[in-house]
T-cell receptor, first 118, second 115 residues
Framework: NAGVMQNPRHLVRRRGQEARLRCSPMKGHSHVYWYRQLPEEGLKFMVYLQKENIIDESGMPKERFSAEFPKEGPSILRIQQVVRGDSAAYFC????????????????FGPGTRLTVT | KNQVEQSPQSLIILEGKNCTLQCNYTVSPFSNLRWYKQDTGRGPVSLTIMTFSENTKSNGRYTATLDADTKQSSLHITASQLSDSASYICVVSAEGGSTLGRLYFGRGTQLTVWP
């Protein structure tokens, strides 16, 4: 059972270009989370998705950022018109559906995508 | 405001020595607390998870404690090895309501083990 897969592992974009980050959850996991880690900072929650639904996007910037988790295929975090401040490591985590209505199941993290904006 | 504070920010110890990392949190309502290990260039990997009723939990040479009254946790590493060099992150989960399942991450303690 492969772990959470993210690609690419490293991505370089010029200012103004678009960045697409992909995340394939673990087999059997239907929940995906995206986090951003700036240098010397802790991970910050961005968005939580289930298949075909965005559940919580309160941590995601209102402009230029979007996320999806289609019925088929990986989850995509899309950043349009990237700026230098978007340079960071972006981590995806996945989990099963929780058997406790007020809690999330254990999250398993991918290796991250390191985005560099030049 | 929900926050997780860790100390020290960085720590250097010699191989074979023990160390203790600290975590204070203000997350409410509290659901659980996890310690993760993050190797350079990799995603975090869970070491332990503790709920409100658990005071201590071990995973090999790692022992985590939780005092829910004072909202403090510690991670004790025994007989350190070179492979323990990593960032150790304290993560607190909120329960229910508008913060359902939200994970709050500390900045981590960067541990370096020297031979």
């Amino acid at each position: 059972n492969a772990g959470v897969m993210q690609n690419p592992r490293h991505l370089v974009r010029r200012r103004g270009q678009e960045a697409r980050l992909r995340c394939s959850p673990m087999k059997g996991h239907s929940h995906v989370y995206w986090y951003r880690q700036l240098p010397e900072e802790g991970l910050k929650f961005m968005v939580y998705l289930q298949k075909e639904n965005i559940i919580d996007e309160s941590g995601m910037p209102k402009e230029r950022f979007s996320a999806e988790f289609p019925k088929e295929g990986p989850s995509i975090l899309r950043i349009q018109q990237v700026v230098r401040g978007d340079s960071a490591a972006y981590f995806c985590a996945s989990s099963r559906m929780s058997d406790k209505p007020r809690e999330h199941s254990e999250q398993y993290f991918g290796p991250g995508t390191r985005l560099t904006v030049t | 405001k929900n926050q997780v504070e860790q100390s020290p920010q960085s720590l250097i110890i010699l191989e074979g020595k023990n160390c203790t990392l600290q975590c204070n949190y203000t997350v409410s309502p509290f659901s659980n607390l996890r310690w993760y290990k993050q190797d350079t260039g990799r995603g975090p990997v869970s070491l332990t998870i503790m709920t409100f009723s658990e005071n201590t939990k071990s995973n090999g040479r790692y022992t985590a404690t939780l005092d829910a009254d004072t909202k403090q946790s510690s991670l004790h590493i025994t007989a350190s090895q070179l492979s323990d060099s990593a960032s150790y992150i304290c993560v607190v989960s909120a329960e229910g309501g508008s913060t359902l399942g939200r994970l709050y991450f500390g900045r981590g303690t960067q541990l370096t083990v020297w031979p």
